[in-house]
């Protein structure tokens, strides 16, 4: 600490205490995102407002294991951790000097690729084999779409709890309220199918046919996309992810 209006000083002082820091999270990535944990340091006492800190003799600090070691659905890169000016102007405008230190967490998506995604792409090609069934066993067809669709509506009170109630949707939101979509399409073909095969004796074996591939594939298709559009441009999200989609 350089104190003007002197010759030049450094003062050091070390004090051991708990502090409470608040960072704004952005989830609209989730669960493919990353972010940044902000400590701000200030001295702004009135006493002490022509205290100058000189930010320029720090270095980058690394990541102590111990920080690294609780953190379970986190990871922190090697260089995640950085140090720059920073200027504190309180509510009568005074300008105090200070220090911000940043440390970037990176979300281990891993769970909700193998244990969330992975299933519910699972279930929509199930959803969608009921067009193997023939058209006169209707009952067997709604019975699996059905089930299917409850299994999508279980699997987003999975999620529920891993992140605050938002106003807005997230990539995880977008890509579960595509599954109900898809996943209602072949009870709703279904039941049009089977009315007018009963009341007009059509045969829809060639529709059929053409959708047990058609659905799975135009649903993969749309999954790509909702992550290309969603990934391209946005600061939050892994580099991972940026990589494999171009963002």
């Known amino acids: 600490v350089y104190v003007d209006g002197t010759d030049g000083f450094w ?39 022509y205290v100058r800190i000189d930010y320029n003799h720090y270095t980058n600090p690394t990541i102590d294991k111990k920080l690294t070691g609780p953190l379970v659905e986190w990871s922190i890169p090697e260089n995640g951790s950085k140090i720059e000016y920073y200027e504190h102007i309180d509510p009568y405008n005074y300008v105090y000097d200070g220090i911000k230190n940043s440390i970037i967490i ?78 209602s399409i072949p009870t709703v073909v279904s039941i049009f199918s089977y009315r007018k095969y009963v009341d007009e004796g059509l045969d829809f074996t060639t529709l059929d046919k053409y959708l047990r591939f058609i659905g799975p594939i135009l649903y993969l298709i749309t999954i790509y996309f909702i992550m290309l559009y969603n990934i391209h441009g946005n600061i939050n999200v892994l580099p991972s992810m940026k990589g494999f989609f171009g963002g």
């Open 11 to 49: 003062i050091e002082v070390r004090e051991n205490g708990i502090a409470t820091f608040n960072s704004s999270f952005n989830f609209q990535a989730f669960p493919f995102d990353m972010q940044t944990l902000e400590f701000i340091y200030a001295e702004n006492s009135e006493s002490r407002r």
């Open 106 to 183: 990176s979300r281990n998506s891993e769970y909700y690729l193998f244990k969330v995604l992975a299933p519910i792409v699972l279930i929509l090609m199930i959803c969608w084999s009921i067009f193997w069934l023939h058209l006169s066993q209707i009952e067997s067809r709604l019975t699996v779409s059905i089930v299917c669709l409850l299994a999508l509506i279980a699997y987003n009170f999975v999620i529920d709890d891993s992140i605050p109630k938002l106003a807005y949707l997230t990539i995880m939101d977008v890509l579960i309220l595509s599954s109900y979509l898809f996943a």
